[in-house]
């Protein structure tokens, strides 16, 4: 069973444990969440917006498909793609699934939000499409697919909106149209409790920062908790600190064996003696002797 269809098995209600995938933008975060244990990994739109230093909103198919790819031809690990709003309507969803699909992902959430996507999402303002034309994109999406990838993610953003009531009937729809899993966005108790009885399929959950314990979350039926800000936060902290201690002259508090020592790791981390095993085999027999 490879990495995706272990995901797929995971996806169920109830789970048995919680998956949890980090945000990793690049094959070498991919590999070092993969090292440290985890079997999936989050491809962010937020996450993948800024490391271009731009917004999630100004993001191509093009360019999440080749962030995916690169990840998946390198790593073995799920590949949770954040597709957004699809990039446009159904037509457009339905590309961006084939898309998403020969880029090896494992699976795609995709969200009810107006096309094009707007910047100021980022500030909590968001624009809903009506619920019917949301389904028509799931049945899109799901009618794209080849096989069984990328299993699908519905990500409902009703609750700070439109209130219980008619967030619940917007799940209803989704589920009827064959959305296999439920990303809801619960800001309360209330909420929270809403989210756990509004479905029967597998619920995902958002977390940024330290979330609910995970024996609770599989209670209310949850399967995966995506984390999209992970690696930029301390990516962006660590990069921040080095940066100014080159800059003022004192490096970055790692003595020279320490730095070898690290370069040592990624090699390691990326498998990079894969590479030295074919060159010693072919091209480079006299310099591996």
Request: glycine share 10%; proline share 3%.
């Amino acid at each position: 069973m490879d990495v995706n269809d272990r995901f797929r098995a995971g996806m169920r209600r109830p789970a048995t444990e919680l998956m949890v995938a980090p945000l990793a933008l690049d094959p070498l975060s991919a590999a070092l969440a993969r090292r440290v244990g985890f079997e999936a990994v989050y491809l962010g739109g937020g996450g993948l917006g800024y490391a271009r230093a731009t917004t999630e909103a100004l993001l191509t198919i093009s360019e999440l498909a080749e962030a995916c790819r690169a990840i998946t031809e390198r790593i073995e690990v799920a590949v949770v793609v954040d597709g957004g709003v699809g990039f446009g309507d159904a037509v457009h969803m339905a590309r961006s699934i084939r898309m998403l699909e020969q880029a090896g992902a494992a699976a795609v959430e995709i969200e009810d939000q107006v096309a094009p996507k707007r910047a100021h999402h980022h500030r909590g303002h968001e624009h809903l499409v009506d619920a019917e034309h949301m389904a028509g994109k799931i049945r899109a999406a799901l009618d794209a697919r080849h096989g069984r990838f990328p299993f699908v993610i519905v990500r409902c953003n009703a609750f700070s909106h439109e209130g219980i009531e008619a967030t619940m009937e917007r799940v209803r729809i989704y589920e009827e149209a064959g959305a296999e899993s439920i990303m809801l966005m619960p800001r309360d108790a209330a909420e929270w409790a809403a989210a756990s009885e509004a479905t029967t399929v597998p619920l995902t959950a958002m977390t940024i920062g330290p979330g609910r314990p995970a024996v609770e979350m599989l209670v209310a039926g949850y399967a995966l908790s995506v984390d999209p800000m992970s690696a930029t936060v301390l990516g962006f902290r660590a990069l921040k600190a080095g940066y100014e201690g080159i800059r003022d002259g004192s490096g970055f508090g790692l003595s020279r064996d320490e730095v070898l020592a690290v370069i040592r790791e990624v090699g390691e981390t990326i498998d990079i003696q894969r590479f030295y095993d074919i060159e010693a085999a072919t091209t480079e027999r006299d310099a591996y002797a």
